[in-house]
């Protein structure tokens, strides 16, 4: 079945860096890209749509010069957290829309 | 605007004991598609099942069903015999459709602890 890889599973920074996070689906072309966010204890929000060559969507309340989406090919989507400071510490998961929905498995943000 | 409702924030059982976990949907939507996700500590989030609103039919997999009325928009999800490696966070989800680009809208989950 379809599977999106997600790296790095898990990272730590210091507070004003930033970090990228990548989504690439194996084996299928992935037009469109979910980013959610997830604080502990909470449920997955939708934090933007990101679509392959054009800019991304992003939902109410969500800083786009903060949260930058890129999706330049079919298979590879990043979001990079910039100036990350501790409030941004969370679970970010990606997910493909492509015969349903298809999710990678995670990467959990610590910034100290 | 679509919205979910896991009114159960948590439950706790003892194993072997039967456990049903709510979700009610709102959607304006006639096509529209149900979701039950598993996510364990680990993150990960495991797919259970998808159903259309076409398609009232219980389900059955396992250990694990589903009951689906439109006549009261729930699509609730019960575990028979429970054990200790079903223990996790449970997410309901819809979407309005199936196609590239549709958002899927999750509700706020239900933690099941499952006790030996």
């Known amino acids: 079945g379809a599977v999106v890889s997600q790296h790095p599973s898990w990272v730590i920074c210091k507070s004003g860096t930033s970090v990228k996070i990548e989504c690439r689906s194996l084996?299928?072309?992935?037009?469109?890209m979910f980013w959610y966010r997830q604080f502990p204890k909470q449920s997955l929000m939708l934090m933007a749509t990101?679509?392959?060559?054009?800019?991304?969507?992003?939902e109410q309340g969500v800083e786009k010069d903060k949260f930058l989406i890129n999706h330049a090919s079919l298979t590879l989507s990043t979001l990079t957290v910039t100036s990350a400071h501790p409030e941004d510490s969370s679970f970010y998961i990606c997910s493909a829309s492509v015969n349903g929905y298809t999710f990678g498995s995670g990467t959990r943000l610590t910034v100290v | 605007a679509q919205k979910v409702t896991q009114a159960q924030t948590e439950i706790s059982v003892v194993e072997k004991e039967d456990v049903t976990l709510d979700c009610v949907y709102e959607t304006r939507d006639t096509t529209y598609y149900l979701f039950w996700y598993k996510q364990p500590p680990s993150g990960e989030l495991v797919f259970l099942i998808r159903r259309n609103s076409f398609d009232e039919q219980n389900e059955i997999s396992g250990r694990y069903s589903w009951n689906f009325q439109k006549s009261t928009s729930s699509f609730n999800f019960t575990i028979t015999a429970s054990q200790v490696v079903d223990s996790a966070v449970y997410f309901c989800?819809?979407?309005?459709?199936?196609?590239?680009?549709?958002?899927?809208?999750f509700g706020e989950g239900t933690q099941l602890t499952v006790n030996p």
């Open positions: 989800a819809l979407s309005e459709a199936f196609t590239s680009g549709s958002r899927l809208t």
């Open positions: 084996d299928f072309q992935a037009t469109t």
């Open positions: 990101s679509n392959e060559g054009s800019k991304a969507t992003y």
